[in-house]
């Protein structure tokens, strides 16, 4: 088991994507920390994963205050003494379109998507190169790459991160530290349903495969990129599904 006893912190784990690669890095005998702004649901889930895991351990934070994400990083350096990889899935995504957006709109999109990835990757940059290893994936989206008509601030903060992740891959590389995101395109998650219901059968009739993803789908990847991948694999982001017009 390529995550046997591998200290792996993943945000956004309250639910879609974080909660399925939690479920699945528990099974492969990972000690996690979960962190998630829903303190209830995350709690339910770590109880949930105790039975299954070396140390399930779960702290609420906001992404987007600095302070939190030391405080997340000092917890899960305290929790066990080192931070072999950082999965990082928190994030919104709410419809607006461009010329009704309101300046908190977006600043509020870019302080959680981006500025909270900013914040939690340089934390776990710092104890990663303490320690001369690690591996981190952000959950980026296919949105950063082409844009959005009902979501120009979500796209802007998804291009901001994959620009940040392959930063990140190239200032961190000479420490041991690989950097990668995923695309994991679209994904029947709460967050995507809360977005989109009303659009749902449009977007899956732009698929390929006429059908959205399942996050137990893209955990596997995550798997991957965290475990086999996480040596030899940095600066990359990668895509699971193509649209009809792209």
């Not at 070396?54 to 934070?61: C, D, E, R």
């Not at 205050?65 to 709410?94: E, K, N, P, V």
């Not at 939690?120 to 290893?133: D, G, H, L, N, P």
Request: net charge neutral.
């Amino acid at each position: 088991m390529t995550l046997k006893n591998k200290s792996i912190l993943i945000t956004g784990a309250a639910s879609g994507i974080g909660k399925a690669c939690a479920e699945l890095f528990a099974r492969e005998g990972a000690s996690l920390v979960l962190a998630d702004r829903d303190e209830a649901a995350l709690q339910a889930l770590s109880a949930s994963l105790r039975n299954q895991a070396p140390s399930v351990q779960s702290m609420a934070f906001d992404v987007g205050d600095s302070s939190q994400c030391r405080a997340l990083m000092d917890f899960t350096l305290a929790q066990h003494g080192r931070i072999d990889a950082l999965i990082h899935s928190a994030g919104i995504c709410l419809a607006c379109p461009l010329l009704e957006m309101t300046d908190e709109q977006w600043r509020e999109t870019l302080r959680v998507n981006l500025d909270g990835s900013f914040f939690i990757t340089r934390e776990a940059a710092k104890a990663m190169v303490a320690q001369q290893s690690g591996t981190m994936v952000l959950l980026t989206s296919d949105r950063g790459l082409y844009g959005s008509q009902a979501y120009a601030h979500y796209a802007a903060s998804k291009g901001g991160m994959i620009a940040l992740t392959k930063s990140l891959a190239l200032s961190l590389g000479k420490y041991g530290i690989t950097v990668n995101g995923l695309n994991p395109g679209m994904t029947d998650t709460p967050l995507a349903r809360d977005a989109i219901s009303h659009l749902w059968d449009e977007k899956m009739a732009l698929d390929v495969l006429g059908s959205a993803n399942l996050p137990e789908q893209a955990a596997q990847t995550l798997l991957y990129l965290a475990g086999v991948g996480a040596s030899f694999t940095t600066g990359q982001i990668l895509g699971t599904r193509l649209r009809h017009g792209q």
